[in-house]
């Protein structure tokens, strides 16, 4: 089992930056693929990212590719995005999300019921 606090959330203009991190709790956490998600009021959980187990596979929605990065540090067990020009429509509570083990595909790590674990999200606003 996991435990996941996201943290880094905040208010920032449109154009700058934020990166948000999420600590996890428990043994194992290089057993576990990640991947982040947000929520938009009035919409539904989107996927924004995922990395697997060893940080060797990564996947992003178009929307989001050559602005935000995801990584992770198993030797923290901590998963980062770092978010780089940002625009309105990123605005949203940011979710990070697990997986225990088990195949890695960009497909598979898209879908929200593929994760068995969720933090309590952190909230992103940005400005225009």
């Known amino acids: 089992q996991v435990q996941l606090v996201e943290s880094g959330g905040g208010l920032v203009q449109a154009g700058g930056s934020l990166r948000l991190s999420c600590a996890a709790s428990g043994r194992s956490f290089s057993m576990y693929h990640m991947g982040w998600f947000r929520q938009a009021q009035g919409k539904e959980r989107e996927f924004v990212a995922a990395?697997?187990?060893?940080?060797?596979?990564?996947d992003y929605t178009n929307s989001v590719k050559g602005r935000f990065t995801i990584s992770r540090d198993n030797g923290k067990n901590t998963v980062y995005l770092q978010m780089n020009s940002l625009k309105p429509e990123d605005t949203g509570v940011y979710y990070c999300?697990?997986?225990?083990?088990?195949?890695?595909?960009?497909?598979?790590?898209?879908?929200?019921?593929?994760?068995?674990?969720w933090g309590q999200g952190t909230q992103v606003t940005v400005s225009s």
């Open positions: 990395i697997s187990q060893s940080g060797g596979s990564t």
């Open positions: 999300a697990a997986k225990y083990a088990g195949y890695y595909s960009g497909s598979h790590s898209a879908g929200p019921s593929w994760y068995g674990y």
